[in-house]
């Protein structure tokens, strides 16, 4: 039923490791009204502890959809799943396609999250940061390096990947939709009847 998707705690969580463009995502996605206003030289100071990001798209005459991010710091990678809900949380995982060196740890920390028993269910958006950057990899290059078919070959979950830069209103497009596939339905407005 329509009432099932109403969950007012559902929350996505967006972690990757230190420096991968997990801010800059985020204020990418708020200002999705404004395409283009963060570009990748606006600053940014590294995440200590976890900020809550409130992601909210308005398309004319319709009511605005909003979900709730939860980027937690790459420092704080062991303790990611400490902060996770069975069937409460949805993973947004950044990689920093420009810093092959950091690929190795991105892998650990992916797998470690895909076996953690409370996100046996939850979807895994894995997105690609910094593609403009002159030492980026390409997709097909950063899939082989994480051998990212094995893991989804043993992993329960729904894994998408994309790539992602703010330069591109095409690249933040995509990410958006995914992320407001786990909404919050504003309380007048369940299940179609105003209260």
Not at 14 to 34: F, M, R, Y
Not at 42 to 47: D, G, N, S
Not at 77 to 100: F, H, N, R
Not at 129 to 137: C, L, Q, V
Request: with cysteine; charged share 20%.
């Amino acid at each position: 039923s329509k009432w099932k998707t109403v969950d007012l705690s559902k929350m996505i969580i967006c972690v990757g490791t230190g420096g991968c463009g997990k801010t800059l995502l985020l204020k990418a996605l708020s200002a999705n009204g404004d395409p283009g206003s963060v570009s990748k030289h606006v600053a940014t100071v590294p995440t200590t502890g976890s900020n809550i990001v409130k992601i909210q798209r308005t398309k004319p005459g319709e009511i605005p959809e909003t979900v709730t991010a939860r980027e937690i710091g790459g420092s704080m990678a062991p303790i990611w799943k400490s902060m996770v809900e069975p069937g409460k949380t949805q993973v947004l995982y950044c990689v920093d396609s420009s810093a092959p060196e950091r690929i190795g740890s991105a892998t650990i920390n992916l797998i470690e999250l895909l076996h953690h028993p409370a996100l046996q269910t939850a979807p895994f958006l894995i997105v690609f940061t910094k593609i403009d950057m002159k030492s980026a990899r390409t997709l097909n290059e950063l899939k082989s390096l994480m051998r990212m078919e094995d893991i989804i070959q043993h992993s329960s979950q729904e894994i998408t990947m994309m790539e992602f830069t703010t330069e591109d209103k095409e690249k933040i497009e995509p990410v958006l939709d995914w992320c407001m596939k786990f909404k919050v339905m504003p309380y007048g407005h369940m299940n179609g009847n105003m209260y």
